[in-house]
């Protein structure tokens, strides 16, 4: 799943997802305690900045960076 091409997440429940939330289902961390460490600790980007609230409501447009992986709300 880690790759420079980014991937794209389609939004099928309404119009966000949280940060969080996105980590996991994608399985880039294995549980969600894992997922809130890393964005506290500041290693995921959102759209180039980095993104210190867990739940932060992700809407279509948004890119997401986490390590190698790069991914694009759709």
């Known amino acids: ?7 794209e997440f389609e939004l099928t ?3 966000f997802i949280p940060l ?3 980590l996991k289902l994608l399985h880039l961390v294995d549980t969600g305690g894992e997922a809130n460490a ?3 600790s500041g290693e995921v980007l959102v759209n180039g900045e ?3 609230r ?4 992700l ?3 948004d890119m997401v960076t986490f390590g190698e992986a790069t991914i694009v709300i759709r």
């Open 20 to 22: 969080n939330d996105l």
């Open 50 to 52: 980095v993104e210190l």
């Open 59 to 61: 809407r279509v447009g």
């Open 54 to 57: 867990k739940r932060k409501k």
């Open 13 to 15: 429940k309404g119009d």
């Open 38 to 40: 890393r964005i506290t």
């Open 1 to 7: 799943m880690h790759s420079n091409v980014p991937q």
